[in-house]
Structures are given as structure tokens and as C-alpha cells.
């Protein structure tokens, strides 16, 4: 999965997630169906 600092949808398949981890801190992730490529994650 890519980490990157900004993360963008990448087709119409591909989903956002928005998620606090144990610190507390929201993250954001995108999710695809269609292309596993597409998984990334903020941070
Ligand atoms: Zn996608």
C-alpha cells in the first residue's frame, strides 16, 4: 500500500475511508475494488 502525504481518488471504484488510529489521529485511506494499486493511506 502506498503512504503518501495526500492521498486522491484514482477512479470511480475507489473509495474514502476515514479513520481515527490510537493516538487519535484521523487518517485517510483510500479503498479500490477494482485496483489494488489504487489502496493508500495518509500519513
Ligand atoms: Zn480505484
Known amino acids: 500500500?502506498?503512504?503518501s502525504a495526500s492521498?486522491?481518488?484514482r477512479c470511480n471504484k475507489c473509495?474514502?475511508?476515514k479513520r481515527?488510529?490510537?493516538a487519535g489521529k484521523s487518517i485517510v485511506r483510500?479503498?479500490?475494488s477494482v485496483d489494488p494499486k489504487h489502496k493508500q493511506r495518509q500519513g
Open 20 to 22: 481515527k488510529n490510537r
Open 30 to 32: 483510500i479503498d479500490c
Open 7 to 9: 492521498v486522491k481518488k
Open 1 to 3: 500500500m502506498k503512504v
Open 15 to 17: 473509495r474514502v475511508v
